[in-house]
C-alpha cells in the first residue's frame, strides 16, 4: 500500500499521540485539522490503524514473559488451535507465527514462575504436542520507537517510550479497569465515548485517566500501525552478547532511536540479552541494519538469531471482564 509523504508524517506524529487534539497535531505539522481527521479515518478503516494503549503492568505485581518457540508436531489443525488459544489466553499481550529458527513467538504475563510454567504447559495440553525448542526471557525494559521510516517523517520526529518492568504494589479497581479496557476500542476515541461505553461519569473518566497517568500505569494512547498492510516486512533480532552492561544497553537504544527501521528494543534477561522489533522493505535492509549493528557494538555481541515474522497480532483479553489476573488486585 502506498501513501504519500504528508499521510506518512501524520502516522507517525500521531502514533504515540492518540489522545493529543488533533489542533495541536496540526499546527506542529504545520497542516489542516481536517486533513488529519481524514487521514486517520482512511487508515483505520483500511484496517492499518488500531487503538491502543501503553500499560505498565509491572506495577500491579505482573512480570512480562517473551518466549520464542516450536512444537514438536505438525498439522494445520493443531497450529489453528493454538494461534486460537493464544488470541483468547488473559494472560497473552503478543503473539506471532514465524520463520527461521522457531515457528511461534508470545509475549505473556506471569505473577511467578511457576504460572509461567503453567502456561507453558497449557500450550502442550492445546496443541497434543510438546515444546521441542523454545528461546524464554524476562523483559526488563522496553523501548518503543515510532516509525520515522514513513515516507515524509524527519528525523526530529522520532519519539521513544521508555517502561521498566520495576516491581510495585498499585492496585487498580473495577472503573480503571472498566476505562482501560474501553481505550482499546476503536470508537473510544474522546472521553465522552468512554463516559458512554464504561455508563462512569465524564468528570470521573477525566480524574481516573489523570490518575493512571501519575501513577505511570498508563504511560501512552496510542495508534497501533500495521506494517505489514503497508508492504513492510518484519523481523525479530535476539541478541546474545558477551555481557552487556548498562553503558552498552544505552548504546544499543542510540543505535536504535538513529535507525529508523528499528521500532522496539527489549531489555531481556534469560536465553537472550535483547530484542529489536525491526521493519523493513526488504532482505537487503535487513541484511545493511545487522552489518551495521555489528560495527556500533562489536566488542559485546556474541551471536544474532533472526526470525522473519510472518503473522502477528495483539490481544486485547488482558483487559476482559472475566480477566483472571485482575481479580488479583484491589
Known amino acids: 500500500m502506498k501513501i504519500s509523504t504528508a499521510e506518512g ?13 488533533v489542533v495541536h497535531i496540526a499546527r506542529q505539522l504545520k497542516c489542516q485539522p481536517h486533513t488529519i481527521h481524514y487521514t486517520l479515518r482512511k487508515f483505520q478503516e483500511l484496517g492499518v490503524l488500531r487503538r491502543g494503549a501503553f500499560v505498565n503492568l509491572a506495577l500491579l505485581g505482573l512480570t512480562l514473559y517473551q518466549m520464542y518457540f516450536s512444537l514438536s508436531g505438525a498439522g494445520i489443525r493443531r497450529k489453528k488451535r493454538l494461534l486460537e488459544s493464544l488470541h483468547k489466553h488473559y494472560r497473552v499481550s503478543w503473539y506471532g507465527e514465524l520463520g527461521g529458527n522457531f515457528q511461534y513467538g508470545v509475549s505473556f504475563y506471569a505473577r511467578e514462575p511457576n504460572d509461567a510454567r503453567a502456561f507453558l504447559d497449557e500450550i502442550a495440553q ?26 515524509g517523517s524527519r528525523k526530529a520526529d522520532r519519539d521513544v517510550v521508555s517502561i521498566s518492568s520495576s516491581a510495585g504494589t498499585q492496585a487498580i479497581d473495577s472503573k480503571d479497569h472498566a476505562i482501560l479496557s474501553a481505550l482499546l476500542r476503536e470508537d473510544c476515541d474522546s472521553l465522552q465515548t468512554i463516559s458512554r461505553v464504561t455508563g462512569i461519569a465524564r468528570t470521573t473518566v477525566e480524574h481516573r485517566l489523570k490518575a493512571l497517568r501519575e501513577n505511570q500505569l498508563l504511560h501512552r494512547q496510542i495508534f497501533r500501525i500495521s506494517a505489514s498492510k503497508l508492504g513492510f516486512h518484519v523481523y525479530r533480532v535476539l541478541i546474545r552478547s558477551r555481557g552487556l552492561s548498562e553503558k552498552s544497553f544505552a548504546a544499543l537504544l542510540e543505535f536504535a532511536r538513529a535507525t529508523p527501521s528499528v521500532v522496539a528494543l527489549n531489555e531481556t534477561l534469560g536465553a537472550y540479552d535483547a530484542e529489536l522489533s525491526v521493519e523493513v522493505e526488504g532482505a537487503e535492509a535487513l541484511t545493511k541494519l545487522v552489518e551495521e549493528l ?12 533472526i526470525s522473519p515474522v510472518l503473522s502477528q497480532a495483539t490481544s486485547t483479553n488482558l483487559f476482559s471482564p472475566d480477566w483472571p489476573l485482575f481479580k488479583r488486585v484491589a
Open 294 to 305: 555489528a560495527v556500533a557494538l562489536p566488542q559485546h555481541i556474541d551471536s544474532i538469531d
Open 126 to 151: 492445546v496443541t497434543g504436542d510438546g515444546v521441542s525448542r523454545k528461546s524464554l526471557a524476562t523483559i526488563a525494559k522496553v523501548h518503543f520507537l515510532n516509525k520515522t521510516y514513513l515516507p
Open 9 to 21: 508524517r501524520i502516522l507517525s506524529a500521531y502514533q504515540f499521540q492518540a489522545d493529543t487534539p
